[in-house]
């Protein structure tokens, strides 16, 4: 079993539609990242959370450390949105200082 | 501020060769990450640079090793290259400990023929 775990790993929406991403970890965590990965393979880091909520625009991730478990959202979403998506957890001890990755959820937002 | 730079862009290589990698962090980031992402897989962590010393490794052979420099700049060397060792090489920094979280370049696509 993957230490980082995302779904769904494919999504299609129309524009506008509320979109949400789910990020379940079984490790114990420093931090959480949210990444967002163009074609091309650019990664822009969107969110770094270690609890609570965090919103940036349309984008707004949460964070349960107790469940283990984050979820991005997307309010109305547009095409300029679709990428990939990763979560990505930052370990303690000796490892924290490097991610851990999901394996990424594919958004296609449609007009 | 110029982000983290990344070189070359693209890189073909004969297998049996050895690639060099070359990453500039943030100026002010004295950690570099660096993580391979292969066709169909999702990234995994490679080497941790941190003051010139490698503070972690991920699971590669040791064919895969690098250096950071006084400036923080870093390299990776992937030696004996493998058909498999086609990847995206994605170079990320940090302050120490990713505490204020992570910046990352555009990678370098290795092509292993």
């Known amino acids: 079993k993957n230490e980082v775990e995302q779904s769904p790993q494919n999504l299609t929406a129309q524009e506008g539609e509320f979109i949400t991403i789910n990020c379940s970890y079984s490790v114990g965590i420093s931090a959480l990242h949210w990444l967002q990965q163009h074609p091309g393979g650019g990664i822009v880091s969107l969110f770094m959370?270690?609890?609570g909520k965090k919103k940036h625009g349309r984008l707004i991730a949460t964070i349960n450390i107790q469940e283990k478990h984050s979820s991005l959202h997307i309010t109305a979403s547009h095409p300029r949105d679709s990428a990939v998506y990763i979560c990505?957890?930052?370990?303690?001890?000796?490892?924290?200082?490097?991610?851990?990755f999901g394996k990424g959820t594919k958004l296609s937002v449609k007009p | 501020e110029a982000g983290v730079t990344q070189s070359p862009t693209h890189l073909i290589k004969t297998r049996g060769q050895q690639a060099t990698l070359r990453c500039s962090p943030i100026s002010g980031h004295t950690s570099v990450y660096w993580y391979q992402q292969a066709l169909g897989l999702g990234l995994q962590f490679l080497l941790w640079y941190d003051e010139g010393e490698e503070r972690n490794r991920g699971n590669f052979p040791p064919r895969f090793s690098g250096r950071q420099f006084p400036n923080y700049s870093s390299e990776l060397n992937v030696n004996a290259l493998e058909l498999e060792d086609s990847a995206l090489y994605l170079c990320?920094?940090?302050?120490?400990?990713?505490?204020?979280?992570?910046?990352f370049g555009s990678g370098t696509r290795l092509t292993v023929v």
């Open positions: 990320a920094s940090s302050l120490l400990w990713g505490g204020t979280g992570y910046t």
């Open positions: 959370l270690s609890s």
């Open positions: 990505a957890v930052r370990g303690g001890g000796g490892s924290q200082g490097n991610l851990i």
